[in-house]
């Protein structure tokens, strides 16, 4: 054979390549800019519906089918006000997460005391100073030191924003446990604006204390929040009833909830909609049915509410509400920016021989599909390959939407960045500028192919009967007092609880409150009956 004669098809090939990878890294970029200039995505703030508003006109504009908004409630804490009043200076600053039930809400008539900067919460610099109902100001980075201050006596506790940190700082910055400390965050400029008027530069041990008033409004509600869904419909008359569901969260988090700009985060949702326009001009043999989830990080509650919708299969929860899809594999996306890689992930089932044994054809067939331009960019992640399972590609398990919707039953494999440690998940410094998008637009191209290859591939789905278990619960319940003068046992609702059920944890302290911004922690405001229960339509 002439190798010369095959040299202008490779280079074609590449050529393709090229073009198609430049295509999608336009596209990406674009996404995510716009995503992360809503400044937060976390239901109950107007992002979040206008990110939802914006994946739906982008499904109609490609000509997805049998388009719907799904609606939910999620309980958040939701931000009215917060400002702090200084050397006749208004300033806005603005409430972190809160400390369990505990948010950053002070009395209405705000709180006063002397305003005291700390540095990096030493205790040398708070040095001649009396902490007790003081308003202390401090570095972002200064991990959990920010509760000496409050052994001390401080009233509330301000975080001056940083030129740079990472997630594990932020989730430094509240607690599993209702501690009665409001936190806030200014930004530098402000901080910098108060500080000058003080005696002693900032970066001093420390500065005299001036008086100051600050005022906060930070209350839990059940705020509204949407899936949307919408369909690319298979060309073969066979394989078009094999549903494959392509799901990704377009929500956002933050340890400071109305600055969630949330752009690393959307790496995810950008690859999505990258892809619904692939397979719209590329319709493959199996139907397609996109779902972007809108409360991810609220304990996995967006694909909570899709499963309970349409995917259950234990005989009590088989309601007259269901809405049954028959989908046969649920393949999620949990991408970001700061590597070329990628790999398989069985969602938390790594170690189960079953779902090792269910998941490892695919990984095999995905590992086939990859094309040569992109040799070693994914990686095994459900079977170990020389001893390197998962667990060695990031620096702590990651939550994923498919370890939910495997509790449901429904077969779920995700594709994961690896080797990208998220820094910036959870801050309010997740900003566009940050992101790769050369690096997140090589995984979409990826992906492309990748999937491109097993919508249409007649043997993708392996023989054999394995099938998940519905091993998913609902927890319903009503929270009531006891009036002796109303009944002989406790029969009167409270409205407006916030109920925190207590779940045997099965991961560590740190990802039980976020693991990536992911909270473990579920939290529900009861209804006007006293009653909770998870998504209420």
């Not at 002439?2 to 393709?16: C, E, M, T, V």
Request: glycine share 8%; charged share 20%.
């Amino acid at each position: 054979m002439n190798i010369f004669k095959r040299i202008p098809a490779i280079f074609l090939f590449f050529g393709f390549l090229l073009f198609s990878s430049g295509a999608a890294q336009s596209s990406v970029s674009e996404d995510v800019a716009y995503f992360s200039s809503l400044s937060s995505r976390v239901p109950g703030y107007p992002g979040n519906k206008a990110a939802a508003d914006y994946i739906e006109a982008r499904f109609r504009s490609l000509g997805l089918q049998q388009i719907k908004r799904e609606g939910y409630l999620v309980t958040v804490p939701v931000e009215e006000s917060s400002v702090l009043e200084c050397q006749g200076k208004k300033v806005k600053i603005s409430a972190l997460w809160p400390n369990h039930v505990r948010t950053s809400t002070v009395p209405p008539e705000g709180i006063t005391g002397t305003l005291v900067y700390g540095g990096d919460g030493s205790l040398v610099n708070y040095s001649g100073n009396d902490l007790k109902g003081a308003i202390v100001l401090l570095d972002f980075n200064c991990g959990f030191r920010w509760l000496d201050a409050g052994l001390l006596g401080a009233q509330a506790v301000i975080f001056i924003a940083p030129d740079d940190t990472t997630f594990f700082e932020a989730r430094r910055k509240f607690l599993s446990m209702p501690l009665d400390l409001p936190r806030f965050y200014i930004t530098r400029q402000d901080a910098d604006i108060l500080l000058s008027g003080l005696s002693r530069a900032r970066n001093t041990k420390m500065v005299k204390p001036v008086p100051a008033k600050l005022s906060c409004r930070q209350n839990w509600q059940a705020a509204p929040a949407e899936n949307i869904l919408g369909y690319i419909r298979g060309t073969d008359p066979k394989l078009k009833d094999d549903i494959i569901c392509l799901s990704a969260y377009y929500d956002s988090i933050s340890v400071v909830p109305s600055l969630a700009p949330g752009a690393d985060q959307a790496s995810s949702i950008a690859g999505f909609l990258d892809l619904a326009a692939y397979f719209s001009q590329n319709p493959p043999k199996r139907t397609i049915l996109f779902l972007a989830t809108g409360s991810h990080f609220q304990t996995l509650r967006g694909m909570g509410d899709f499963v309970t919708r349409h995917y259950r299969k234990e005989r009590t929860f088989l309601t007259k509400d269901l809405e049954p899809i028959n989908i046969r594999l649920l393949v999620g996306l949990e991408l970001s920016s700061h590597s070329d890689l990628l790999a398989t992930y069985s969602n938390g089932l790594s170690t189960n021989l079953y779902a090792q044994r269910y998941f490892a054809p695919f990984a095999k067939k995905f590992l086939e599909y990859v094309p040569a331009a992109f040799s070693g960019k994914l990686l095994n992640g459900v079977s170990p390959e020389k001893g390197v399972a998962f667990s060695a590609f990031l620096p702590e398990s990651i939550s994923t939407d498919g370890s939910l919707s495997l509790l449901a039953g429904l077969p779920s494999l995700s594709f994961v960045t690896v080797y990208d440690n998220r820094r910036y998940f959870d801050t309010p410094l997740d900003v566009a500028a940050r992101t790769n998008s050369a690096k997140l637009a090589g995984q979409v191209e990826l992906l492309r192919q990748l999937l491109n290859r097993a919508f249409n591939d007649s043997e993708f789905f392996p023989e054999g009967v394995l099938e998940f278990k519905d091993t998913m619960r609902t927890l319903k319940g009503r929270i009531v007092s006891f009036d002796p003068k109303a009944g002989f046992v406790p029969n009167q609702p409270i409205a407006n609880a916030i109920v925190a059920p207590r779940i045997p944890p099965t991961v560590s302290y740190q990802n039980r409150k976020s693991a990536y911004g992911v909270r473990g922690e579920y939290l529900e405001l009861t209804d006007a009956k006293g009653r909770l229960h998870p998504n209420p339509k």
